[in-house]
């Protein structure tokens, strides 16, 4: 089992930036990527990015790139997102995931792909 606690979220005006982040622990030789993915009321979940945990691959969202970067540290067992230039379409609870996967597009972006789940953290951007 792998347990994943985000946290960072918070109230930030539009144009601002925010950082969150996710700390894993349990068995975390049985992932190989981690992802981020955000919600709003009555919409499903939205994959915004995702990390290999080995070497340098990522992925993101249209609606994010350019704007948010993901990024790693092994020795802490974390992953975080850096978000810049937000928007108030932004406003969404934040969800970390982990899982072992092929990182290609074609799966990454798969919420099923994803063994693991972290309990969310709010991110609200006001105009």
């Known amino acids: 089992q792998v347990q994943l606690v985000e946290s960072g979220g918070g109230l930030v005006q539009a144009g601002g930036s925010l950082r969150i982040s996710c700390a894993a622990s349990?068995?975390?030789?049985?992932?190989?990527?981690m992802g981020w993915y955000r919600q709003t009321p009555g919409k499903e979940r939205e994959f915004v990015a995702a990390?290999?945990?080995?070497?340098?691959?990522?992925g993101y969202a249209d609606f994010v790139k350019g704007r948010f970067t993901i990024s790693r540290d092994n020795a802490k067992n974390t992953v975080a997102l850096q978000m810049n230039s937000l928007k108030p379409e932004d406003t969404a609870v934040y969800y970390c995931?982990?899982?072992?996967?092929?990182?290609?597009?074609?799966?990454?972006?798969?919420?099923?792909?994803?063994?693991?789940w972290g309990q969310g953290t709010q991110v609200t951007v006001s105009s």
């Open positions: 349990g068995s975390i030789f049985s992932i190989n990527a």
């Open positions: 990390i290999s945990w080995i070497g340098s691959n990522t």
């Open positions: 995931a982990a899982g072992r996967i092929v990182f290609s597009s074609s799966y990454y972006v798969k919420t099923q792909v994803y063994n693991y």
